[in-house]
C-alpha cells in the first residue's frame, strides 16, 4: 500500500482531510483514529504531527505527506515538495517593537527567538548577517516584553497577535508558506504516487476554477472568447439560432463577477456559472 502522512491536528488538518476526501479518498470520521487504511485505492494514512511528516517522508518510512512549506524547509529532511496545495497560507517574518530594528540589515548582532530555528539560521546566512538565535516552542509573542529576546520571528496568517502584542513587522516576509505535497528524494516512481499527485492536482485547480456557459451572437464571439479563454479555448456550439453560438469555458473563480459583467455589456445573455468538484487537465 501507499503510504501517505496526513496532519493530526492544527489548522492543516481538516483542510487536507477535506481535500484527500474530494480526491475520492477514504478519511477518518473519528480524530481519535491514527492510522486509516483505504484498500479500495491502495493507501494507508498515517495521522502525525504536522511537524513530524517532513521527517518521515525524507527518511523513507512513508512515501508522501502532506505538511506545511514552513515545516518543509525548517529541517533538514530529504524530502521535497512537489505540489501547492493552496490552503494554509501565512507568512514567516520578522518583528520587533517599532523603532527598535528599522530594517533586516539592523538584525545583527539581536537576539532572535523563534520556533523556526533552521528557517531562520538559512535566511541569516543568506543575508550575511550575524544574530544570536533562540529557540522557543509555542507562541513568541511574549519573548521580547520578558527580555528573552530583541526580536521575533514567525509565521503570521492575520498579524492580530503581533499587533495585540505592540510588534511590528520588519522588511519583506522570509517565506510565503502555504500546505505542500512533500516526496521523499529517494522515493522510487510509483504509479499510486503519480495518481495521488493526478487527483490532488485535479481538486487545485477545480476549486480555482468554475465553469462558465453563456450564449453570444456570432459576431461577438471573438470578443467573448477574449473574455474567457478557458485552459485550451472554449467550447463552441450552434444553437437553433443562426446567429447565436454556446460557449463554455472555464473562468478563475475570483474573476467570476467581473466577466459576467463584461460578458452582459458585450451581449451575452443566459450566463450560468457553476461549480467544478474535479477536474484532469
Given at each position: 500500500m501507499l503510504r501517505v502522512a496526513v496532519p493530526n491536528k492544527g489548522s492543516l488538518s481538516e483542510p487536507a482531510s477535506a481535500m484527500l476526501r474530494e480526491a475520492g479518498y477514504r478519511q477518518r470520521r473519528d480524530s481519535r483514529e491514527l492510522v486509516l487504511a483505504d484498500?479500495?485505492?491502495?493507501?494507508?494514512?498515517?495521522?502525525?504531527r504536522p511537524r513530524d511528516i517532513a521527517t518521515y517522508v525524507g527518511s523513507g518510512k512513508l512515501e508522501v505527506g502532506i505538511t506545511g512549506r514552513d515545516l518543509l524547509l525548517d529541517g533538514?529532511?530529504?524530502a521535497d515538495e512537489?505540489?501547492?496545495?493552496?490552503?494554509?497560507?501565512?507568512?514567516?517574518?520578522?518583528?520587533?517593537?517599532?523603532?527598535?530594528?528599522e530594517d533586516v540589515t539592523g538584525l545583527a548582532g539581536t537576539r532572535i527567538a523563534t520556533s523556526y530555528d533552521g528557517l531562520v539560521r538559512r535566511d541569516l546566512a543568506e543575508r550575511g548577517v550575524d544574530a544570536e538565535v533562540i529557540h522557543l516552542d509555542g507562541a513568541v509573542e511574549t519573548a521580547i516584553q520578558l527580555g528573552v529576546a530583541d526580536v521575533i520571528a514567525d509565521v503570521v496568517s492575520t498579524g492580530t497577535s503581533l499587533r495585540n502584542a505592540g510588534l511590528t513587522t520588519i522588511g519583506d516576509p522570509i517565506l510565503r508558506s502555504e500546505a505542500v505535497l512533500i516526496r521523499g528524494r529517494d522515493t522510487e516512481i510509483d504509479p499510486r504516487v503519480e495518481q495521488l499527485l493526478r487527483r490532488l492536482t485535479g481538486v487545485v485547480i477545480a476549486r480555482r476554477y468554475v465553469m462558465m456557459d453563456y450564449d453570444c451572437r456570432v459576431e461577438d464571439l471573438e470578443a467573448a472568447c477574449e473574455l474567457t479563454p478557458g485552459i485550451e479555448s472554449p467550447t463552441v456550439s450552434p444553437l437553433h439560432d443562426k446567429g447565436w453560438v454556446a460557449v463554455r469555458a472555464m473562468v478563475e473563480q475570483r474573476h467570476t463577477n467581473r466577466v459576467?459583467?463584461?460578458?452582459?455589456?458585450?451581449?451575452?445573455?443566459?450566463?450560468?456559472v457553476t461549480d467544478i468538484l474535479a477536474c484532469r487537465l
Amino acid at each position: 500500500m501507499l503510504r501517505v502522512a496526513v496532519p493530526n491536528k492544527g489548522s492543516l488538518s481538516e483542510p487536507a482531510s477535506a481535500m484527500l476526501r474530494e480526491a475520492g479518498y477514504r478519511q477518518r470520521r473519528d480524530s481519535r483514529e491514527l492510522v486509516l487504511a483505504d484498500p479500495d485505492n491502495g493507501v494507508e494514512f498515517f495521522f502525525l504531527r504536522p511537524r513530524d511528516i517532513a521527517t518521515y517522508v525524507g527518511s523513507g518510512k512513508l512515501e508522501v505527506g502532506i505538511t506545511g512549506r514552513d515545516l518543509l524547509l525548517d529541517g533538514d529532511d530529504d524530502a521535497d515538495e512537489i505540489l501547492a496545495l493552496g490552503f494554509g497560507a501565512s507568512t514567516f517574518r520578522y518583528a520587533a517593537v517599532p523603532g527598535t530594528v528599522e530594517d533586516v540589515t539592523g538584525l545583527a548582532g539581536t537576539r532572535i527567538a523563534t520556533s523556526y530555528d533552521g528557517l531562520v539560521r538559512r535566511d541569516l546566512a543568506e543575508r550575511g548577517v550575524d544574530a544570536e538565535v533562540i529557540h522557543l516552542d509555542g507562541a513568541v509573542e511574549t519573548a521580547i516584553q520578558l527580555g528573552v529576546a530583541d526580536v521575533i520571528a514567525d509565521v503570521v496568517s492575520t498579524g492580530t497577535s503581533l499587533r495585540n502584542a505592540g510588534l511590528t513587522t520588519i522588511g519583506d516576509p522570509i517565506l510565503r508558506s502555504e500546505a505542500v505535497l512533500i516526496r521523499g528524494r529517494d522515493t522510487e516512481i510509483d504509479p499510486r504516487v503519480e495518481q495521488l499527485l493526478r487527483r490532488l492536482t485535479g481538486v487545485v485547480i477545480a476549486r480555482r476554477y468554475v465553469m462558465m456557459d453563456y450564449d453570444c451572437r456570432v459576431e461577438d464571439l471573438e470578443a467573448a472568447c477574449e473574455l474567457t479563454p478557458g485552459i485550451e479555448s472554449p467550447t463552441v456550439s450552434p444553437l437553433h439560432d443562426k446567429g447565436w453560438v454556446a460557449v463554455r469555458a472555464m473562468v478563475e473563480q475570483r474573476h467570476t463577477n467581473r466577466v459576467m459583467d463584461e460578458l452582459w455589456e458585450l451581449g451575452a445573455r443566459g450566463i450560468l456559472v457553476t461549480d467544478i468538484l474535479a477536474c484532469r487537465l
